[in-house]
């Protein structure tokens, strides 16, 4: 246990040619095994006549007395913060110290956060997060531009126009701004910024942008409605289509495949291999949670898609997918995911506008679609949460026990309304 003190002083007993005496920071300690305290002093660049100090500071009258005074009281206020943060609970080492109280603050460009940030999630396995965050600095520099862009840049003006930039594009933003808001918070923690420098409303900056309006913003990208779930006469609508082109249809064996496997994504659909599937049922587990699924009954219906793109030789069933990413990362396999999701929404847009449905649905709507109609049609509740592969109890609505393959076989048999 460390016994210290800082305090501002005057120190007299040296003296430059001009008259004047230097201003230090006296730290006084003493650690455990010391026999007596003591004494440091650290010269801070600031020099005063005796008649311009008044016990520790600068009186209000002398020369640039306050402005002194301010950078005083932040050299106090620094020396305290390196104190708790490297050594308190510790012995204290004076020159270890000094050195910290003179590093300066360094100044951070957002995208150099983000890289560091990126890097520390990846190795976490939260590649998704990761993505989610370069997502909003992407956004961030086609505001910007090119140029650095600091953190310190950023204040709550420079938001409230990034904000009409977005909503001109016909983007909410409150996702971004979110994003935004954790990366700064990261950034005070590292030390690269102040708390109140922070550009967002907190508390120690209470005059700081609030993006809370925007979650009721429509975006222009929401008035063609995403539909969550296809009712029973939407869903035989899509179940009728006949795809256009080959990109239309595979698109469509994608979607039906999820539904006629109660709603299993995309990321699960491309890492499908024939040798999981055994005696008609499929073992995998789970992308999105980790769960373990033991035996999926395939249906008549998603088994004659499989046979449409299985080639021998290839590693994985829907090979087209994922293509080389295989391979390449998790963070590469992600990207991929991402971009082919994209691709598959905007089709998606295009075949439901041909159908005439009222809004569109992508490749999620299978998975809360195929649950819906299931259960709609009789099917029973526990085969329904053991197809979803809910990983605990709260996800599924009367989730008991598992049930047996032939109840999963006739609940997946409830999807064939055509």
């Known amino acids: 246990m460390t016994n210290i003190s800082f305090k501002i002083r005057l120190y007299e007993a040296h003296k430059y040619q001009n008259g004047k005496h230097p201003v230090v920071l006296q730290t006084i300690f003493r650690n455990a095994n010391d026999s007596s305290p003591k004494v440091r002093r650290k010269r801070l660049g600031i020099a005063a006549h005796k008649d311009q100090w008044d016990e520790n500071r ?76 370069q997502n909003a600095v992407d956004s961030i520099y086609n505001f910007h531009g090119e140029g650095n862009l600091l953190l310190t840049d950023i204040d709550a003006a420079w938001l409230r ?7 001109k594009k016909g983007n909410k933003s409150n996702v971004y701004m979110r994003s935004l808001k954790t990366l700064f918070g990261r ?21 700081g942008y609030c993006f809370a309006h925007l979650y009721r913003v429509v975006s ?20 009728s289509y006949k795809p256009s082109n080959e990109a239309y249809q595979r698109a469509m064996d994608y ?16 890492l499908m291999r024939m040798k999981d599937i055994k005696d008609g049922l499929w073992y995998h587990r789970r992308q999105k949670s980790g769960v373990a699924v033991q035996g999926k009954p395939i249906t008549d ?13 290839n590693k994985y069933i829907f090979n087209d997918i994922l293509g080389e990413q295989y391979s390449v990362s998790e963070d590469a396999i992600k990207r991929r995911i991402r971009d082919v999701c994209t691709n598959l929404r905007r089709r998606y847009k295009m ?24 259960k709609q049609m009789g099917g029973d509740i526990k085969a329904i949460s053991n197809l979803l592969n809910h990983k605990s109890i709260q996800t599924t609505n009367n989730y008991i026990g598992d049930p047996r393959t032939e109840q999963m076989r006739t609940a997946l048999d409830k999807l064939k309304i055509l």
């Open 255 to 270: 979607f039906l495949f999820s539904y006629f496997n109660m709603g299993v994504d995309i990321k699960d659909i491309a």
């Open 220 to 239: 222009k990208k929401q008035r063609t409605q995403r539909i969550r779930t296809l009712s029973i006469e939407e869903m035989s609508m899509v179940l």
């Open 161 to 167: 126009e990034y904000e009409k930039f977005n909503l």
């Open 301 to 313: 219906k998603a088994m004659a898609i499989i046979k449409r793109y299985y080639k021998k030789g």
């Open 187 to 207: 950034a005070v923690e590292r030390g690269y910024i102040e708390p109140t420098e922070m550009p967002f409303k907190t508390k120690y900056q209470p005059r």
């Open 351 to 374: 075949i439901s506008a041909e159908i005439g449905l009222d809004g569109y649905f992508t490749i999620n709507t299978a998975r809360h679609t195929s649950a819906t109609i299931c």
């Open 58 to 133: 600068f009186r209000t009258s002398a020369n640039r007395g306050r402005e002194f005074n301010r950078t005083l009281d932040e050299i106090e206020d620094k020396a305290w913060e390196v104190y708790d943060k490297h050594f308190r609970r510790k012995t204290f080492k004076y020159k270890e110290f000094s050195a910290l109280l003179d590093q300066k603050k360094k100044r951070i460009d957002l995208k150099e956060l983000m890289r560091e940030i990126y890097t520390e999630l990846s190795l976490q396995g939260r590649v998704g997060t990761a993505m989610s965050y």
